[in-house]
Every structure is written in structure tokens, then in C-alpha cells.
Nanobody, 116 residues
Framework: QVQLVESGGDLVQPGGSLRLSCAVS????????MRWYRQAPGKERELVAS????????NYANSVKGRFTISRDNAKNTVYLQMNSLKPDDTAVYYC?????????WGQGTQVTVAS
């Protein structure tokens, strides 16, 4: 049974930082690319960042480039999203996704709220 469990979401002030984690079990983590998505109320789900299976390649949405960093630890079966200089527009539920097949596997999401 494949499981993705996100954690690290919180309420943070503008300009603050958070680190999200996604622990993966039930699949051979090291062979799959991983992605972070987010969905704000009333908006479509947005791809935020992606990372290759080795961690050697990353891509980011323009809206987070230079502020967010995706990384992974294949020994711990975990992918991370370091978020700095947070803005109110970053408020959303953040989901990790294992890129397996057409849709892949999804976690349940973790809420990030950026407000003063």
C-alpha cells in the first residue's frame, strides 16, 4: 500500500519560512520523480516544484522561483519543500505527488497559511 504523508504546514507571518516534508512508503522511492502541488480556495491545483529521482534536477513555478527549494533524501524516502519569504498568496493546501504512471500517488495535503 502506497502512502504519502505530508507535514510541516502551519500559520506563518509574511516573510517567514516553513519546511514541508512528505514521507513516502510502499514504493521504491528512489526511482520516481516527485512533485509538490498546491491548491488555494477557489483555484485550480498548481504545480509548485518538481525534482528528478536522483535529486539532480529541479523545476519551479515562476511564482515561487528563488523562494522555494525542493529536495529529497532517498535514504529516508522523504521529499522536502523549503519555503522562504512567504507571501499571503502562498496560502494553500500543499500536496506531494509521486510521479508514477498517469496520475501518480498523492498525499492528503498540509495547510499553509500566510497571514499577519
Amino acid at each position: 500500500q502506497v502512502q504519502l504523508v505530508e507535514s510541516g504546514g502551519d500559520l506563518v507571518q509574511p516573510g517567514g519560512s516553513l519546511r514541508l516534508s512528505c514521507a513516502v512508503s510502499g514504493l521504491i522511492f528512489k526511482i520516481y520523480p516527485m512533485r509538490w502541488y498546491r491548491q488555494a480556495p477557489g483555484k485550480e491545483r498548481e504545480l509548485v516544484a518538481s525534482i528528478t529521482n536522483t535529486g539532480g534536477g529541479t523545476n519551479y513555478a515562476n511564482s515561487v522561483k528563488g523562494r522555494f527549494t525542493i529536495s529529497r533524501d532517498n535514504a529516508k524516502n522523504t521529499v522536502y519543500l523549503q519555503m522562504n519569504s512567504l507571501k499571503p498568496d502562498d496560502t494553500a493546501v500543499y500536496y506531494c505527488n509521486a510521479v508514477v504512471g498517469a496520475d501518480g500517488y498523492w498525499g492528503q495535503g498540509t495547510q499553509v497559511t500566510v497571514a499577519s
